[in-house]
T-cell receptor
Framework: DVKVTQSSRYLVKRTGEKVFLECVQD?????MFWYRQDPGLGLRLIYF???????EKGDIPEGYSVSREKKERFSLILESASTNQTSMYLC?????????????FGEGSRLTVL | GQNIDQPTEMTATEGAIVQINCTYQ??????LFWYQQHAGEAPTFLSY????GLEEKGRFSSFLSRSKGYSYLLLKELQMKDSASYLC??????????FGTGTRLKVLA
């Protein structure tokens, strides 16, 4: 069974803290994505990575950075958390740009910033 | 701009049939996905349409009309476990997935 695992299901952080959200996939997928999901706004792309050490900004990258040092792991970093980053964060992976395009999602990390 | 519209909420009775509509306006089109998401869980793949017509998979079917910018997901013989959010997503570029806000379906006994 394919699996995308996010390290933390629930986190509570304080404004200004540095936050790391980790995502690991076991499918040898090339592409990985970070989305945030907010009520009434749907899923919005923060960053994606099409290969190891390669990354591209999505639609809402401000306040976030990412790291992909190994193929299976894609990390989302909030350098200085703010209350408007309280959200559900979803990691996803995909085999590669030439496949059917199905995204496999992790179970999400619900972050609350106080 | 790029936009996907789907109803916010729907209610149906166990055993019934429900159709969830999705209309889209995007700059590109490489296919349309439907995902199911139970509360607090990961979205899971239901269907993929890239050509016009109906794709059937058990109790679930999905239809696409590219000329109309329209898709629907049809759920037959509804079960309580079908209570979930249903996300419509258009692939408009190599790495660009545009998601609707989701339709929350409540199945009543």
């Amino acid at each position: 069974d394919v699996k995308v695992t996010q390290s933390s299901r629930y986190l509570v952080k304080r404004t200004g803290e540095k936050v790391f959200l980790e995502c690991v996939q076991d499918m040898d997928h090339e592409n990985m994505f970070w989305y945030r999901q907010d009520p009434g706004l749907g899923l919005r792309l923060i960053y994606f990575s099409y290969d190891v050490k390669m990354k591209e900004k999505g639609d809402i990258p401000e306040g976030y950075s990412v790291s992909r040092e190994k193929k299976e792991r894609f990390s989302l970093i909030l350098e200085s958390a703010s209350t408007n980053q309280t959200s559900m964060y979803l990691c996803a992976s995909r085999q590669g740009e030439f496949d059917t395009g199905e995204l496999f999602f992790g179970e999400g990390s619900r972050l609350t910033v106080l | 701009g790029q936009n996907i519209d789907q109803p916010t909420e729907m209610t149906a009775t166990e055993g019934a049939i429900v159709q969830i509509n999705c209309t889209y306006q995007t700059s590109g089109f490489n296919g349309l996905f439907w995902y199911q998401q139970h509360a607090g869980e990961a979205p899971t793949f239901l269907s993929y349409n890239v050509l016009d017509g109906l794709e059937e998979k058990g109790r679930f079917s999905s239809f696409l009309s590219r000329s109309k910018g329209y898709s629907y997901l049809l759920l037959k013989e509804l079960q309580m476990k079908d209570s979930a959010s249903y996300l419509c997503a258009v692939v408009s570029g190599t790495y660009k997935y545009i998601f609707g806000t989701g339709t929350r379906l409540k199945v009543l006994a």
